[in-house]
């Protein structure tokens, strides 16, 4: 989890609301993946990021290699976005992701 | 396309008893890793591998896990005199070989107690 960082480590939305979630990185990630995990455990795949952004309905992702971040923006915050989201980078040795320990997503009626 | 599948879903063992997880990947994924998720973390990886040969096993507790893939398909991860710290859910991945997007796919998991 160090070598990953994820903020915030909760986080509680209104229905139809709007939030971001971020990952600070200490190791020299090239590429950057985000899921979601549900209630029940399985791990969907939301984005995969070389430097640069990328946008998938209501959410929106972005990587900046050079200040080591990424970010996702959620738009218009849906019952079914609850879960733990997680990003996870890739360094220059390639293949292995290393991730957050997550942040955990409710959103409310 | 069918997903990665994993077997059994749900696991639970005393101390000393041992355990084999098995996992089928997407068809003509090439790279299969297998991660350890212990509650409230995230995974961590603990074996990967490219067709039949590890590539990377340098996080698996060599003493009590293996973890094998013969024909570079499907995979089994065992752990010999299971620890009440060895309590997680174990997922396994895989990947294609795609230079420009190397996602990774992964299964539902085993939720494995340790009692």
């Known amino acids: 989890g160090d070598k990953v960082k994820q903020s915030p480590s909760a986080l509680s939305l209104q229905e139809g609301t709007n939030s971001a979630l971020r990952c600070n990185f200490s190791i020299a990630a090239t590429t950057v993946q985000w899921f979601l995990q549900n209630p029940r455990g399985s791990l969907m795949n939301l984005f995969y990021?070389?430097?640069g952004t990328k946008e998938n309905g209501r959410l929106k992702s972005a990587f900046d290699s050079k200040e080591s971040y990424s970010t996702l923006h959620i738009r218009d915050a849906q019952l079914e976005d609850s879960g733990t989201y997680f990003c996870a980078a890739e360094d220059s040795a390639g293949n292995k992701l290393t991730f957050g320990i997550g942040t955990r997503v409710l959103v409310r009626p | 396309e069918a997903g990665v599948t994993q077997s059994p879903r749900y696991a639970v063992l005393q101390e000393g008893q041992a355990v084999s997880f098995w996992c089928d990947p997407i068809?003509?994924?090439?790279?299969l890793y297998w991660y350890q998720q212990p509650r409230d973390q995230g995974p961590q990886l603990l074996v990967y591998f490219r067709d039949e040969a590890v590539i990377d096993n340098s996080q698996l507790p060599s003493d009590r896990f293996s973890a094998v893939r013969p024909k570079g398909t499907n995979s089994t991860l065992k752990i010999q005199s299971a620890k009440q710290g060895d309590t997680a859910t174990y997922l396994c991945?895989?990947?294609?070989?795609?230079?420009?997007?190397?996602?990774?796919?992964f299964g539902p998991g085993t939720r494995l107690l340790v009692l």
């Open positions: 991945a895989s990947s294609p070989r795609d230079y420009n997007q190397d996602t990774q796919y």
């Open positions: 068809s003509g994924h090439d790279t």
């Open positions: 990021l070389v430097p």
